[in-house]
């Protein structure tokens, strides 16, 4: 299997169109991290993301975050930012990098923004700037005022928290030790993707439907745990990477089930403003729908409750277990490439057939099929002023960790084929980092018996075919060029000198 690791490296290296960033590191001799956090709670009445429509927020349930960790090894530094959002969108990556450099001078190459696709959090669309300057009145329409859109006030928001998160936790930098687990959490998450009688694979086909033949897909049980503590055993922060839409929706505005896995392990652990950073992992086909239960599904609340309250409890035992190892020798490392991916095009007949359908309105038309119309309409208009996106693999080392990155709503057979592939002991693929292209399939489920709402045409779903396995062929080959830092173990025991008395003896039985 590691033979055709190189494979990877080697089309890498092959590429002309990459920029690749890398900053090696040496070994380390005093490691230190600090942890912040800030508020990015939207307000009532903002559009609620997550849908091909128009929402908008009528409650409160609990506060959106910014939750970034810095790390220090005397050489380097790393970002690694978790935010409750449904995506981040390129321009904003961008602004904040830029803003984090001149501020504290960590580079840009070594931050990862990660959105953790809480569908209840703050209003934030897929358009970049520039997109829809030149486009027809109809085509404005559709996209700015029948679509999820970004408030510019919002977005400012994000970035100045997302910026001032990195630089509290760069001043709030203390030395510090560090151990890495993972735990195996099954009964949350589950593949939304369905085979059906027919041949085809279908999204969510509906509970007790009698044509589902089984799951199309995995899930991914780990759940990743990085645990950091000062060198008094005070714990520092947490870092968790666990693969699960997080579409729980409890109520009104929310972290979504994040906010349950981080009260969880905050109760656990006695420090009642732990800071919790969580990372997505490759989720775009998993969620905490089981389709094939048998069983009525809990109320929001309760489900935000039930998928939060395992994952964090499942960390909590891992920070258990790894605590006693953790260890100050945390090489830091990070790898960075960009390039351009092609759009996938709708058929020129399908555009006129959407064109009049859009002219139908959705009451006539359907509801459906109005929606999905109007997506192939602003695709149109996008495959003219940007038939390419740019795309970011990223990979940081944290000691014997690798974090993974992606732009996409990842499938997750991707995300287990990069733990596969790479060399660390420790591999967490994060989705939606550093931008967001939308759904990313495999290419089984692009083909003949393939399907679902995650392989849909629409404006915000449209890479080429082969994209996922750009990702993670480029993710692998830029872990396997670091040097996995050494795994963090418990104190060894003591030579053996002599049984214990005690219970060193036959059975009496009088």
């Known amino acids: 299997m590691r033979i055709a690791l190189l494979l990877p490296l080697l089309s890498l290296l092959l590429l002309p169109t990459a920029s690749i960033v890398s900053a090696a590191s040496a070994p380390a001799s005093r490691f230190r991290a600090g942890f912040a956090e800030r508020d990015i709670t939207p307000g009532i009445g903002m559009e609620a993301p997550g849908g091909y429509g128009k929402s908008f927020h009528r409650s409160f349930h609990d506060p959106c975050k910014v939750r970034a960790a810095v790390f220090d090894d005397g050489r380097s530094r790393v970002a690694l930012v978790g ?18 450099t001149r501020r504290c001078g960590i580079p840009g190459s070594a931050v990862l923004i990660g959105a953790s696709h809480s ?6 669309g897929m358009g970049e700037p520039g997109d829809f300057d030149s486009a027809s009145p109809l085509v404005r329409e559709l996209a700015l005022e029948k679509s999820v859109v970004s408030d510019p006030g919002y977005t400012q928001l994000l970035r100045r928290q997302i910026v001032e998160a990195v630089v509290l936790a760069d001043a709030a930098r203390v030395d510090a030790r560090l151990a890495v687990g993972v735990g195996h959490e099954d009964k949350v998450s589950f593949n939304r993707r369905v ?66 896995m981080e009260r969880t392990l905050r109760g656990a652990t006695g420090h009642a403003a732990l800071p919790v950073v969580f990372l997505q ?14 069983f009525q599904r809990p109320p929001p609340r309760e489900w935000c409750e039930l998928v939060g309250g395992r994952v964090g409890a499942e960390a909590y035992k891992t920070l258990l277990l790894t605590r006693q190892g953790a260890s100050r020798d945390i090489p830091l490392d990070t790898r960075l490439r960009v390039w351009n991916v092609r759009r996938r095009a709708p058929a020129a007949e399908k555009v006129r057939r959407a064109l ?7 009451a006539k038309a359907g509801a459906t099929e109005w929606i999905f119309a109007k997506e192939t309409v602003v695709l149109d208009h996008l495959l003219r002023v940007r038939p390419e996106v740019e795309v970011e693999v990223q990979a940081i ?35 939606l980092a550093n931008g967001c292209v939308g759904y990313v399939p495999t290419e089984e489920a692009l083909g003949p018996g393939g399907g ?14 082969t994209a996922g396995r750009q990702f993670a062929d480029t993710g692998i080959a830029l872990a396997n060029q670091m040097t996995p830092g050494p795994l963090t173990q418990p104190p060894p025991a003591p030579p053996f000198t002599a049984a214990w008395t005690y219970g060193n003896v036959a059975p009496e039985l009088r």
Not at 281 to 294: C, E, H, I, M, Y
Request: with cysteine; net charge negative; charged share 15%.
């Open 452 to 465: 679902g709402y995650e392989t849909r045409l629409t404006s915000y779903s449209n890479l080429e075919a």
């Open 195 to 260: 085979r059906m009688q027919g041949g085809l694979t279908f999204s969510h086909p509906g509970p007790g439907n009698p044509e589902i033949v089984g799951y199309a897909g995995p899930i991914d049980p780990q759940v990743g745990t990085v645990g950091v503590w000062d060198l008094r055993d005070n714990l520092l922060g947490v870092i968790v990477n666990f693969s699960c839409h997080a579409t729980t929706n409890p109520g009104g505005i929310s972290a979504n089930w994040i906010w349950a």
């Open 281 to 294: 992992g490759a989720s775009g086909d998993v969620t905490q729908v089981d389709n094939l239960s048998r």
């Open 397 to 431: 080392q944290v000691g014997p960790a690798v974090f993974v990155s992606n732009p996409a709503e990842y499938f997750v057979q991707f995300g287990l084929d990069i733990k596969a592939g790479s060399r660390f002991p420790f591999t967490f693929p994060v989705e």
């Open 356 to 362: 009049e359908l859009v002219a139908q309105g959705p």
């Open 83 to 100: 935010i409750d959002l449904l995506l981040v969108t390129r321009a904003l990556v961008q602004e904040a990098r830029a803003e984090i």
């Open 119 to 124: 569908h209840s959090s703050g209003p934030i």
